[in-house]
C-alpha cells in the first residue's frame, strides 16, 4: 500500500511508528484514526504538537 501525505499528496512518505508516519515534504507527522487524519508538528525537543489541518490552508 503506497502512503500518500494528506497535506501536500507527495509520495515522500516514511513510516516512524505503527501507524504513524512523516512527510519529508511538509516536515509533519500524521496518523488515521477511525477515518480521521491526524496531524502533528514536530518540535526541536522531538515531542508532538497537534495541529488542525485547517490551520494548514
Do not use: H, T
Not at 511508528?17 to 508538528?41: A, I, P
Amino acid at each position: 500500500m503506497v502512503i500518500k501525505c494528506p497535506v501536500c499528496k507527495g509520495l515522500q512518505v516514511g513510516k516512524v511508528g505503527s501507524d504513524q508516519y512523516y512527510c519529508w515534504n511538509c516536515f509533519l507527522e500524521f496518523n488515521y484514526n477511525k477515518g480521521r487524519v491526524n496531524l502533528y508538528q514536530v518540535e526541536e525537543d522531538g515531542s508532538l504538537l497537534a495541529i488542525d489541518s485547517s490551520e494548514l490552508l
